[in-house]
């Protein structure tokens, strides 16, 4: 069993940067392609982005292109999301995700172990 634990989200204004991180409990997550979710209040669970098992592939949701970069440490265990340029409509619950799988993928259902989430929030 994975646990996974997300932290750095907070309150920034529009324009500002923000990294949020993803730790894993278990060393065999190195092995999975991980990714990051978010949802909003009334709104359906989005694919934002996806890293594979090596870090090599990565693949973005088309708001998060040129803003947002995907990357992990597998010797740390944990996966990052550098969010810049943030607007309100970023904000959100963000969630990080792993699945067994090394290929990474930007469909929430492939996915096997979640994270409670971290509050990004943005203002204008």
């Known amino acids: 069993q994975v646990h996974l634990v997300e932290s750095g989200g907070g309150l920034v204004q529009a324009g500002g940067s923000l990294r949020i991180s993803c730790t894993a409990s278990e060393r065999t997550v190195r092995d999975y392609a991980m990714g990051w979710f978010r949802q909003a209040p009334g709104k359906e669970r989005e694919f934002v982005a996806t890293?594979?098992?090596?870090?090599?592939?990565?693949y973005y949701a088309d708001f998060a292109k040129g803003r947002f970069t995907i990357s992990r440490d597998n010797f740390k265990n944990i996966m990052y999301l550098e969010m810049n340029n943030l607007k309100p409509e970023d904000t959100a619950l963000y969630y990080c995700?792993?699945?067994?799988?090394?290929?990474?993928?930007?469909?929430?259902?492939?996915?096997?172990?979640w994270g409670q989430g971290t509050q990004v929030t943005v203002s204008s």
């Open positions: 890293i594979n098992w090596t870090g090599g592939s990565t």
């Open positions: 995700a792993a699945r067994t799988n090394p290929q990474a993928s930007g469909v929430a259902s492939q996915y096997d172990y």
